[in-house]
């Protein structure tokens, strides 16, 4: 659907995004996490063609856009991770004011946007001035501007942050359906649990680099094979640490009385052997457990080195 090549941006002598790679497919909802300052309000003002990149490429239909900004602006509707002001602007100027700068007026612009105000909740606020409306308010405006002329790419800035559990659901709930509905959604975010339950990609971003990429489901499964196994015996401990030291897979053993905590090489379907060997050797089993990991693990590990990223000559 879109690919970024390659991408480096500068702010004076630092260098904010370093050679940065990412491909997303199309009907991805792909997670743009990493740590503050890492680049992705960046990356996404680049795709959204409010910043010019120093060096690489975002190819969409292959073609590169950032030589052809009506082409980017066409395919990617850009939500801002901050709001702005809108003194003495009604809710329904404002869509207008952004249909307006597509090209989209009249009826057509009335009919299009009451449709997406309707569908994030805001249909009764048209005549609503917009700095009165509460911030979750104003977060589901924004996204209904971002769709105004009906983009196949939505980039969504930190939508979340500053919402109750209950709006975030709901604005969650109106992503997933945007999904459905066959948009290619891109999200930066911080609440890394959100993400895991709602995206089906994810790409971790650290100084100016892509560090990680890929499915969710690929990546929950390395966190977890990284984790120990955890087996509760009621008798025979000796046996069951005699097998298991035997074991070809198993790397580390440690008895924390009543669990054996084991680092185990294998995949899921080694783990059920080994369980079933240790029952077939008369172990009473009372559980046997992979630690489950979460995206907050991964990304505390990945993300810890913190040096300052100078823009040098001899830099690869
Ligand atoms: N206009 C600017 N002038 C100078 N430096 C900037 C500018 N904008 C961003 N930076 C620097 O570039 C780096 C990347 O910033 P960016 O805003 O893209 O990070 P981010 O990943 O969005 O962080 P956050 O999670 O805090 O939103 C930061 O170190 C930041 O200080
Ligand atoms: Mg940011």
């Known amino acids: 659907m879109f690919e970024v090549k390659n991408l ?19 009907g991805e909802l792909f997670g743009f996490v990493g740590p503050n300052g890492a680049g992705k309000t960046t990356t996404l003002k680049i795709l959204a063609g409010l910043l010019k990149a120093d060096e690489g490429q975002v190819v969409i239909d292959g073609v590169n856009a950032l030589k052809q900004p009506n082409r980017l602006k066409e395919a990617i509707g850009y939500m801002p991770d901050f709001f702005g002001v809108y003194d003495n602007l009604r809710v329904s100027e404002y869509m207008e004011f952004y249909a307006a700068a597509y090209g989209i007026y009249g009826l057509q612009a009335r009919t299009q946007y009451r449709e997406l105000l309707d569908m994030v909740d805001l249909a009764d606020k048209e005549d609503f001035y917009v700095d009165g409306l509460s911030r979750g308010m104003k977060q589901r405006l924004c996204l209904a501007r971002a769709l105004i002329h009906n983009p196949k790419i939505l980039i969504l800035d930190e939508p979340a942050s500053g919402l109750d559990p209950r709006t975030r659901y709901q604005f969650r709930e109106i992503l997933k359906d945007l999904n459905t509905m066959g948009k290619t959604i891109l999200i930066s975010s911080h609440i890394l649990s959100e993400l895991s ?22 990546i929950l499964t390395m966190v977890n094979s990284a984790n120990p196994l ?21 790397r580390t053993i440690s008895v924390d009385s009543p669990k054996i905590v084991v680092t185990f090489g294998g995949n899921q379907k080694d783990e059920a052997f080994l369980l079933k060997m240790l029952v077939e050797a008369g172990v009473m089993v009372n559980s046997f457990v992979r630690k489950q990991g979460s995206l907050e693990t991964l990304f505390m590990q990945i993300t810890e080195n913190k040096d300052e990223r100078l823009v040098s000559s001899n830099e690869a």
């Open 8 to 26: 480096c941006k500068n702010y004076g002598k630092f260098r904010a995004l370093n050679h940065l790679d990412m491909i997303v497919e199309e």
């Open 230 to 250: 955890e087996i509760v015996v009621c008798d025979k401990l000796d046996e069951a640490l005699k097998l298991l030291r035997r074991h070809k897979l198993v």
């Open 197 to 218: 339950e709602m995206c089906t990609d994810i790409g971790i971003i650290d100084g100016g680099r892509m560090v990680l990429r890929g499915s969710m489901v690929e």
